[in-house]
């Protein structure tokens, strides 16, 4: 559920909570989602910064956006211009646990 204010809303009763748990206990991804929550960046970035191979950082990318966590914004490359580039960034989130 993504609120009003852009926010996704995580309860108790959803697949996607299972989800984020699972994503959340495992290093990496956390890792992926604390860096992303900050600024988003391209894939290079993230990789280098975290030492996370590119193929094992796209499948975290991939089940966070499964999750409606991810956001992908299209810029052009800093020193390329005329290529574009996805920067990935987290949607804020709430975890509802009652």
């Not at 604390?34 to 988003?40: A, D, E, M, P």
Request: hydrophobic share 40%; net charge positive.
């Amino acid at each position: 559920m993504i609120k009003k204010d852009g926010r996704v809303v995580f309860g108790t009763n959803l697949k996607k909570t299972k989800k984020l748990g699972k994503l959340l206990a495992i290093d990496k991804s956390y890792a992926i989602i604390r860096l992303l929550s900050k600024k988003s960046l391209m894939m290079t970035t993230i990789s280098k910064k975290l030492s996370i191979k590119l193929p094992l950082l796209t499948h975290y990318l991939i089940k966070l956006e499964e999750i409606d966590l991810i956001t992908i914004t299209i810029k052009k490359h800093p020193t390329r211009k005329k290529r574009d580039v996805k920067y990935y960034g987290i949607k804020p989130f709430i975890l509802s646990v009652p």
